[in-house]
């Protein structure tokens, strides 16, 4: 039998897309915007590499694809944007979110991606099966949409209490894991550990907040949904933001805080983030040293830059390709430091103020309290009880005018 002749891009976005990457890898993905870009074939060829990628029934694969599909919208020219709106791209989308046995969040992810290429690509008519086959996916999907507010609330007593009793459970769990002995290696024996299943077949499906969850134990949400206020004092967010959480506000309703900005938001539009393990925090030093151990490569590949001449053919320079593609591979990793510490400054910042709030509130207290002479410390007319003032330091006087009271050292 005769093999079909394979698509010159097959290899390449099989290698971007492939189903054991733990995340996005952008040397392997810009590889792909490079070579769609620099190829007169390339956008056609590339669009169908990534059509038969879809058709691939890892969940994990098909997310990838939609990643590597948006890397090529937004690094490459109206080619790919044709490519990309055709009608056998659109086609194989909405076949995808369609189809019974495909995962909810690669429907939510071809959602929102065909939401972001109508807009991006709404000032082309030519580009409009795009928004047609939007708008027919919204239709024939209602339940990707965003919920619907739930109504405001006032907490009550019970539920005050509930959240008081969910604190304290929290915190004496918290106080027996710290006792609790540790095995081998740091770990706690009572602790399960890694499971060896396999993880990466089907993402974690994100579950919203369920109605009547406290504020007491959670510390962090992510959202799960854009989120524009409709009212005074609501906070504003976009799907995939980290929420600060600061309180219950009314049933079903919290406050938290996001990039300096504090209000209230729904529950069903956000899912909780746990603490951050001892494991993700060295990963994250890890990362942060990996990026600041290229700064000395970045700084050389500028200098070998500014020093070449304009005929010298960067392809052939070996040095030059070898520490731009090693300095490459740093750049999301430098963008997602860029995000987490804008976030960390907006958070410490909003923590200053409040400190400095509850400064002058105490301060306030406090001198007002020293303003205003304590309770009992002077003696009540015509009493020598030692309930309150000095006491009688001899006896007192046989007679006493009207209005006037004892002195421990009369005059005269």
């Avoid at 890397?71 to 659109?90: D, K, M, P, W, Y």
Wanted: with cysteine.
């Amino acid at each position: 039998m005769f093999r079909a002749q394979q698509n010159a891009f097959d290899e390449a976005v099989a290698k971007a897309t492939d189903e054991n990457l733990t995340s996005e890898n952008w040397e392997y993905i810009l590889d792909v915007c490079d070579r769609a870009n620099s190829q007169d074939s390339g956008p056609k060829e590339v669009v169908g590499a990534l059509i038969k990628r879809l058709a691939h029934r890892n969940a994990n694969v098909q997310l990838y694809t939609l990643e590597l599909a948006n890397s090529l919208a937004q690094n490459c020219g109206i080619q790919v944007h044709r490519e990309l709106a055709s009608r056998s791209f659109t086609d194989a989308m909405l076949r995808l979110a369609g189809d019974r046995t495909t995962h909810q969040q690669v429907k939510a992810k071809i959602l929102e991606r065909m939401a972001e290429w109508t807009e991006m690509f709404a000032k082309d008519p030519d580009l409009g099966i795009m928004e047609g086959a939007y708008m027919k996916l919204k239709t024939q999907n209602p339940n990707l949409q965003p919920p619907s507010k739930p109504v405001k609330r006032e907490i009550t007593d019970i539920d005050r209490r509930k959240e008081e009793e969910e604190l304290q459970m929290a915190l004496e769990l918290s106080v027996k894991s710290q006792q609790q002995p540790q095995g081998p290696g740091g770990q706690s024996q009572s602790s399960a550990g890694p499971s060896t299943a396999a993880t990466n077949q089907q993402p974690a499906q994100p579950q919203a907040v369920p109605s009547g969850t406290t504020a007491a134990t959670v510390s962090r949400v992510r959202a799960l949904f854009d989120f524009q206020p409709s009212e005074p004092g609501e906070l504003q967010f976009k799907k995939g933001d980290i929420i600060a959480v600061l309180e219950s506000v009314y049933k079903d309703w919290w406050k938290g805080s996001l990039r300096g900005q504090t209000g209230i938001f729904p529950l069903n539009y956000v899912e909780k983030l746990s603490d951050p393990t001892i494991e993700e925090l060295q990963r994250e030093a890890q990362m942060e040293a990996e990026v600041f151990g290229e700064i000395k490569n970045v700084e050389k590949l500028l200098t070998l830059l500014s020093t070449s001449s304009s005929d010298t053919n960067v392809k052939d320079n070996e040095e030059i390709t070898t520490l731009y593609h090693s300095t490459l591979a740093i750049r999301p990793k430098l963008i997602e430091l860029i995000g987490k510490y804008s976030q960390r400054k907006d958070d410490f910042t909003q923590l200053n103020e409040k400190f400095i709030k509850a400064r002058r509130d105490y301060e306030a207290l406090l001198e007002a309290s020293m303003s205003q002479p304590p309770a009992g410390q002077y003696a009540r007319p015509g009493g020598y009880g030692y309930g309150g003032g000095y006491p009688p330091q001899g006896p007192p006087p046989q007679q006493q005018a009207p209005g006037r009271y004892y002195s421990p050292n009369p005059q005269g």
